[in-house]
């Protein structure tokens, strides 16, 4: 069980070297082993490259019948981009398969397990099985939900602030959160925020090593001609207004109109178009009613709230997360904390539970 741990935890180490770039399929590590040696390893590095199955055994530099297989996620058994992962590992000759957990895809589901035990092959499936559903959160949101994966960044003064009393909020965090921040829209499909954070601040929105989508909530279509998003990357731009909005020509950008509900737009049917459209996580870093559009909706699946060592105060100041609030009945809990130091500011890292008894 020990050594089964180990490599399990190897694959997952693996797998999250691709991080931000396998969408929409999971991440995914493989290690095989060999008369208690480790002769191969790999992982899936691309949406249409190789599974991390094949490239182990692509890459064992020796027979690898008898072995043992390692991998988070179990194998697929039908054909999409690649061939089934399952077959070959059929053929390969290995003897056992250690599973972390089960894919939750339909066509998947305890499939292959079927197919490698009714091949002869041992499969032990479940052990690390908490971490590596975590490693893959925006999967398994996605494939048990039918929804993207939503997280909400904020950037807040201590005493929960977003903005000054006279409008003032560059910048509330220091340099380092604001890298480490950036460093977060790699792991995502599309950043999105509300119309006033771009008349405001003219946003990139591009991460550090990718160039996410971008998703704007402008219900009267009332983006600037001249904002960096539109100007810039009108290609992997989407925007979603309203049907009321008096509608204008926005080259190479797609604008979605929706009806308004309760005098906004409802953010599950933005979540269902986005999802329709191959969007399988969502990073929402602004403002704070469209953040609380999220959270009222219970739509909210992680956090990052940064904050700062600063008291703004002023009754006008603008709260982090804005609308019209929740009871403490209905409030979420955040649980899994975590909490580390970034620079001279904090991060509070966290997955609001909303089914409170």
Known sequence: MK????????????????????????MVGAVILKNNKEISCGFHKKSGKPHAEIEAINNARINIKGATLYINLEPCCHFGRTPPCVDKIIESGIRRVVIATLDPNPVVHGKSVSKLKKAGIKVSVGCFSKQARRLNEVFF?????????????????????????GGESKWITGEHARKFARKLRDKYDCVLVGINTVIKDNPRLNGVKK?????????????PKDAYILKNDSQKLIIFASTKAKKKSLKNTK??????????????????????HGIT???????????????????????????????????????????????????????ELRIEKIGQDMLITGYPYYDKK
Not at 11 to 17: D, H, I, Q, V
Not at 211 to 223: E, F, G, S, T, W
Request: aromatic share 8%.
């Open 255 to 276: 604008v979605f109109f929706i009806k308004e509900e309760k005098g906004k737009l409802p953010v599950k049917e933005i979540l269902s178009i986005l999802n329709q």
């Open 211 to 223: 160039n996410p989508y971008k998703v704007v909530i402008d219900p009267k279509l009332r983006i």
């Open 281 to 335: 996580s969502v990073f929402v870093e602004g403002g704070s009613c469209t953040a609380a559009n999220f959270f009222e909706e219970k739509l909210v699946d992680k956090v990052h709230f940064f904050i700062a060592p600063i008291i703004l105060g002023g009754k006008s100041a603008l709260t982090s997360i804005g609308g019209q609030g929740l009871s403490l009945r209905d409030c979420p809990e955040v649980s």
């Open 141 to 165: 949101k996605n494939m048990e939900a039918k929804r993207p994966f939503v997280v909400v960044k904020l950037a807040q003064s201590l005493d929960g602030k977003i903005a000054a009393a």
């Open 3 to 26: 050594r089964d741990i180990y490599f399990l935890k190897k694959t997952l180490e693996l797998a999250k070297r691709a991080e931000g770039h396998t969408s929409p399929n999971p």
